[in-house]
């Protein structure tokens, strides 16, 4: 029996854990929260503000087993993470497991080492409870904002709507940089490229240091340049430095790999938390930059090793944020010793943290800029050619460089060739291009997080679940826009002609960056023009402010809370009374044929054009937006033309065809056959001939590819990528197989083995009362129907065997389901009759008159 319990937040980290503390503790995880509001109900008394915590349904096991090992230990140690929602685990697991002071002790430790292990072990402290209040303090406020404003939503936009303090935030920044991008008017001007050659045909690029707003300008530059006899008017070299940034934080971590390794946020924190639980890197939730002087004195040691002596720079970083928690460490490598891991995704975000960790230690990069100014005293304008070189890599020999996203200039690393002021050059080409201002650029992951930060709103554990609440709410998508195309003017002087053109280039495309939907733009606004304060961006900062002063135990969390409902939840009483529905309704003009307005909205299954009003004798017709359609931008034309669909082609091969739009998009209709159209495609482009080829596409994709024991055997791609299908069977291809050239035998074994694993699926099975026991991933399982059930134990408190189970009787199988839902095997109702016309008509009436009838006053 161990005399010490050691409780953490996951399994995997208990499973490090228990290899660096002897037989005398037993480590158990708590996955997670044991604990936490109902999920049915607000679950807060809104006079005193205490929150109704309850042990969720799928964490009672759980508690009674934590309960059972705190009885046979003597001290139980409460490890979870040492941030607010860590100690916030801590003191529900004390308080739910009624640990008494005497005999609870809680650790911290920022990486899963043996050293930090019994280090935290022989420094415990109590519960920070000013912690625990700054999470109850962000858990209370929030769920109440969603709970007060989300029925507001339902009532003035669309039912099922919800609303957040920081969600909303977020959905209004990626709402307004849209607005920003269809408001913004490009500006043109032209921009003038030279390429110069010294007496040694060496080749020189350069930029003019000015545009000109018209064409007649640069085209009379470029007359002027004809004879002009240019010349190296200026060398200047200059030194500089670049420096390493600092270690990462949990937004800078996010942001890097969004940029190097193309990781979205979910995805960084998924693998770092692997990372840190395995023992590979510290806490990944973190605001600090700094690094231990353990850490420091490591990363000095591997420079040394790795790179020498003139590379090592031993430093620390402070946090310019007032919020930032100093005693966390920056995210880093545990031991620098370890270069690379096993597991390939999880290496690659390692190797990013590990040397950036190491390049904040190392040298400043020593570089050397040259700008040479090259013109001619009769131009009114001189050309200027920049380059750098690297004297000394320093952190660069680790880090490398990379260009941001926005940055064109693709001189500044060029390496230019030795000249002298007035020696002569000649031009090759000097061309000028009509260049276009661009808007704002959509946000990625990486740069909502980071504006995010910048503005003070959420904390590092907040992103990545924000992110995806937006998504799932279906505020935002990352849908590809297409881009549109324009004309472009290019003058070139080349052996002192000039050569002019007109080009296409294609703008305003994007792929992978946030769009608001239109109903996350119509939340948005209804939510901006009705909760000013709740989405004010300095006022969800201060928010977050508020919560820090909680944690520093300056403020109570309870006088915060009274304070802000006290302004919160008389707006809402405000908006639900007397704000006006929101539909997002733009009136687009009168169809010719019925002279009815025209409007786009949301409506009850989202965007929408419709034609009449709702409230006209004769009922409106509606059509539903294609992809790519926003009822904010889309054209009378545009609208008008969705009301041809569906229309109907001629019939091909017997069966009829038609086009529309459906709930998955734009298809081709054959028989009883629906047939996606491809992506991009304007489904009102599509004749006879095309439809055909589609269905042709279609019915070659259908055909067997090979035969099974005399059965055909057809291929596809699914949700869960490619397959092969024989029968009634779905069978997944495997990456190692070749997918567009399986031969006869792939298809034998892979068959084989699919049968051969349905065979061993069912232990018994009992088809006419849909009741089987199955093998599982985890062991056996009882199935009925679509719910399944867990096979229990025998009185001996032992497990059933294969061959046991293979004896159980029906009646004991559904006693063992009974005992799990106690109404499996309950009658469903009967559904109610319909009603007839008569019967609707006196069911409406009635209605209408109860309508009428003036509300009883309450007493």
Avoid: C
Avoid at 213 to 221: T, V, Y
Avoid at 461 to 479: E, G, H, L
Avoid at 626 to 635: E, P
């Amino acid at each position: 029996m161990s005399k010490n319990l050691v409780i953490v937040e996951s399994p995997a980290k208990a499973k490090t854990i228990q290899k660096y503390l002897g037989k005398d503790f037993e480590v158990k995880s708590s996955f997670g929260h044991i604990r936490d509001l109902p999920k049915k109900g607000m679950g807060i008394d809104l006079a005193t503000f205490s929150p109704d915590y309850e042990v969720s349904a799928d964490k009672k096991k759980l508690v009674t087993e934590l309960k059972a090992a705190v009885k046979k230990a003597d001290m139980v140690w409460l490890a979870s993470d040492e941030d607010r929602e860590g100690e916030a685990i801590a003191w529900h697991l004390a308080d739910e497991l009624k640990l008494k002071p005497e005999n609870r002790k809680r650790i911290v430790f920022h990486e899963i080492t043996k050293n930090a292990i019994l280090k935290a072990i022989e420094n415990p402290r109590d519960i920070d409870q000013n912690l625990v209040n700054a999470q109850q303090a962000r858990r209370v406020l929030d769920r109440i904002v969603g709970f007060e404003m989300s029925p507001v939503l339902w009532k003035k936009v669309k039912p099922g709507l919800s609303a957040g303090r920081v969600q909303s935030v977020a959905v209004r920044l990626i709402v307004e940089r849209e607005k920003e991008i269809r408001e913004f008017i490009p500006k043109a001007s032209f921009k003038l490229d030279g390429i110069f050659l010294n007496k040694a045909e060496q080749e020189i690029a350069a930029k003019l240091k000015k545009d000109f707003a018209k064409e007649e300008e640069a085209e009379k530059f470029l007359e002027q340049a004809k004879t002009a006899e240019f010349k190296v008017l200026n060398v200047e070299t200059k030194p500089g430095t670049r420096s390493a940034s600092a270690p990462f934080t949990t937004s800078t971590l996010q942001q890097e790999a969004s940029s190097r390794l193309g990781y979205n946020v979910t995805n960084t924190m998924r693998l770092a938390q692997r990372l840190y639980e395995e023992g590979f890197i510290t806490y990944m939730r973190t605001d600090s930059v700094n690094l231990s002087q353990e850490a420091i004195e490591g990363a000095k040691r591997q420079i040394i090793s790795e790179y020498g002596a003139e590379y090592s720079a031993p430093r620390n970083y402070t946090t310019k944020s007032a919020s930032a928690q100093e005693a966390h460490e920056a995210i880093r490598p545990t031991d620098f010793a370890v270069k690379s891991i096993g597991d390939a995704q999880l290496n690659k975000l390692y190797q990013l943290i590990y040397r950036r960790t190491l390049a904040s230690q190392m040298a400043n990069a020593k570089i050397e800029k040259t700008v040479i100014e090259i013109g001619n005293a009769t131009l009114p304008h001189h050309f200027e050619a920049q380059g750098e070189v690297i004297i000394f890599d320093g952190f660069l020999k680790a880090y490398g460089i990379v260009k941001a996203e926005d940055d064109d200039d693709e001189n500044n690393d060029k390496l230019l060739p030795k000249v002298s002021v007035g020696e002569l050059l000649n031009y090759k080409t000097i061309t000028a291009t009509e260049k276009f201002t661009r808007p704002s650029a959509r946000y990625t992951e990486a740069g909502l997080v980071r504006k995010l930060e910048e503005l003070g709103i959420g904390r590092p554990s907040t992103y990545a679940p924000t992110i995806q609440t937006i998504q799932n709410r279906a505020y935002v998508d990352k849908r590809e826009i297409e881009p549109q195309t324009r004309e472009v003017v290019k003058m070139s002087l080349i052996k002192d002609k000039i050569k002019k053109v007109v080009l296409e280039e294609k703008f305003g495309g994007d792929k992978n960056k946030f769009i608001p939907t239109d109903i996350g733009e119509v939340v948005n606004d209804f939510l901006t023009d009705n909760f000013t304060e709740i989405l004010d961006y300095g006022f969800t900062a201060r928010v977050e402010e508020g919560f820090d002063e909680i944690a520093n135990g300056d403020q109570k969390w309870k006088e915060m809370m009274t304070d802000f409902y006290s302004k919160f939840h008389p707006r809402i009483e405000d908006v639900e009374e007397n704000a006006d529905r929101a539909t997002g309704d733009r009136l687009l003009g009168v169809d010719p044929k019925t002279g009815k307005n025209v409007h786009a909205r949301i409506g009850r299954f989202g965007a929408m054009i419709q034609i009449g009003e709702t409230d006209d004798d004769e009922k409106p017709i509606f059509a539903s937006l294609m992809t790519g359609q926003n009822i904010a931008t889309i054209t009378f034309e545009e609208a008008i033309e969705l009301f041809r669909l569906p229309f109907d082609l001629q019939e091909f091969e017997g069966n009829p065809v038609s086009v529309g739009v459906g709930r998955f998009g734009p298809y081709v209709k054959w028989g009883e056959t629906f047939i996606s159209i491809p992506k991009g495609e304007d489904p009102l482009s599509v004749d006879q001939k095309r439809a055909e080829e589609i269905i042709n596409e279609k019915k070659k994709a259908d055909a067997p590819i090979a035969s099974y024991k005399g059965e055909p055997v057809t291929k596809g791609s699914g949700r869960f990528g490619p397959f092969i299908k024989y029968k009634d069977i779905f069978v997944n291809v495997p990456k190692k197989y070749n997918f567009d050239n399986l031969s006869q035998s792939d298809i034998e074994e892979l068959i084989d083995a699919k049968l051969e694993k349905e065979a061993n699926r069912y232990i018994q099975q009992w088809e006419k009362e849909k009741i089987s026991i199955e093998n599982g991933r985890w062991g056996p399982f009882i199935k009925f129907g679509k719910a399944m059930f867990k096979i229990p134990k025998k009185s001996d408190d032992t497990k059933y065997d294969g061959e046991e189970l293979k004896e159980v009787s029906l009646d004991d199988v559904k006693k063992w389901i009974t005992d799990q839902d106690k109404n499996a095997f309950a009658e469903k109702k009967k559904p109610a009759a319909k009603k007839t016309a008569a019967a609707k008509k006196t069911t409406t009436a009635k209605k209408a008159t109860t309508a009428k009838k003036p509300a009883a006053k309450k007493k």
